[in-house]
Nanobody
Framework: VQLQASGGGLVQPGGSLRLSCAAS????????MGWYRQAPGKQRELVAI???????TYADSVKGRFTISRDSAKNTAYLQMNSLKPDDTAVYYC?????????WGQGTLVTVSS
């Protein structure tokens, strides 16, 4: 199983970006997909996750600004990020739980700066 993340880049404060994460390979059923991020000097933290049943969890810091969605037919998850702040600057990692294993993508850098 491979996860290919894309969509990162440089954006000004208040701007928007959309991240995509496509899973490929021998996939029977994806239990959960999500996004985590790691800022310089900090630990990796959860941003948002979505289960196969549609349950969604957001970090408090992104509630109301970020939206996670999923296209099950394409084994792809998306993270729409609006009203971006400098504190959102980090490497964003895609994650997929394909029971019983957890898989990680390569990370995509999001930089929020004027």
């Amino acid at each position: 199983v491979q996860l290919q993340a894309s969509g990162g880049g440089l954006v000004q404060p208040g701007g928007s970006l959309r991240l995509s994460c496509a899973a490929s390979g021998s996939i029977s059923s994806i239990t959960r997909m999500g996004w985590y991020r790691q800022a310089p000097g900090k630990q990796r933290e959860l941003v948002a996750i979505i289960t196969s049943g549609g349950s969604i969890t957001y970090a408090d810091s992104v509630k109301g600004r970020f939206t996670i969605s999923r296209d099950s037919a394409k084994n792809t998850a998306y993270l729409q990020m609006n009203s971006l702040k400098p504190d959102d600057t980090a490497v964003y990692y895609c994650n997929a739980l394909i029971f019983p294993k957890s898989y990680w993508g390569q990370g995509t850098l999001v930089t929020v700066s004027s």
